[in-house]
């Protein structure tokens, strides 16, 4: 089945570091692709999405490319505040009428002032 | 004006009883969806229902049953609580059920004692 694999935390940097967060995925067919967040003690907010091969999603400094021949859409950000210490989870949509959402484990980010 | 609510938001109760989770949204979307977290932050989806028809359900126990009276609200009920059933759920919606962006309510942390 449809699987999303993303790097284990908790990740801990300083302000201002580059980040990176893995995130790789098995699927049949075209998935559309997603970072979701979810800052403490509230629900999942979509940070991102890409629908197709070589889309590159973006928002609040955040970018991840898809990229089909490495099954990957890796999450960066230049330089991390504060305010980005939450939880990132990667997401894929199942194709075929439900459009079901598969989620990875989820990336604890702590950012140190 | 909150986009997606649920109540409660923390439900502590012994095993066996029987308890509902409410969820609305003033989005007016026609999906709603049951996620449950577990205490790794593991999300699942349980349930979608599109314009108060069942769409997803996955191999969730029957102790486990969503209703829902109006495309607007999507309530869980769950009987005889066990242990295991701990965790955090979360209700969600979207446009329309082939709509990836997913809009989160706050979760209800459910402890079962």
């Known amino acids: 089945g449809n699987s999303v694999t993303q790097m284990e935390g908790p990740v801990t940097l300083s302000e201002e570091a580059f980040l990176t967060i893995n995130c790789t995925y098995t699927a049949t067919g075209y998935p559309s692709l997603f970072w979701y967040v979810q800052y403490p003690g509230e629900g999942l907010q979509l940070l991102l999405k890409?629908?197709?091969?070589?889309d590159k999603g973006s928002n609040k400094g955040f970018e991840a490319t898809y990229r089909k021949e490495t099954t990957s859409f890796h999450l960066e950000k230049g330089s991390v505040q504060v305010s980005d210490s939450a939880v990132y989870f990667c997401?894929?949509?199942?194709?075929?009428?439900?459009?079901?959402?598969?989620f990875g484990k989820g990336t604890k980010l702590t950012v140190n002032p | 004006d909150t986009a997606v609510s649920q109540t409660p938001k923390y439900l502590v109760t012994q095993m066996g009883n029987d308890k509902s989770i409410k969820c609305e949204q003033n989005?007016?979307?026609?999906?709603m969806y049951w996620y449950k977290q577990d205490s790794k932050k593991f999300l699942k989806i349980m349930f979608s229902y599109n314009n108060k028809e069942l769409i997803i359900n996955e191999t969730v126990p029957n102790r486990f049953s969503p209703k829902s009276p109006d495309k607007a609200h999507l309530n869980l009920h769950i009987n005889s609580l066990e242990l295991g059933d701990s965790a955090v759920y979360f209700c969600?919606?979207?446009?329309?059920?082939?709509?990836?962006?997913?809009?989160f309510g706050p979760g209800t942390r459910l402890t079962v004692l």
């Open positions: 997401a894929l949509s199942e194709q075929g009428g439900s459009e079901k959402l598969v």
């Open positions: 890409a629908t197709k091969a070589d």
């Open positions: 989005l007016g979307h026609d999906t």
């Open positions: 969600a919606s979207s446009l329309l059920a082939g709509d990836n962006e997913q809009f």
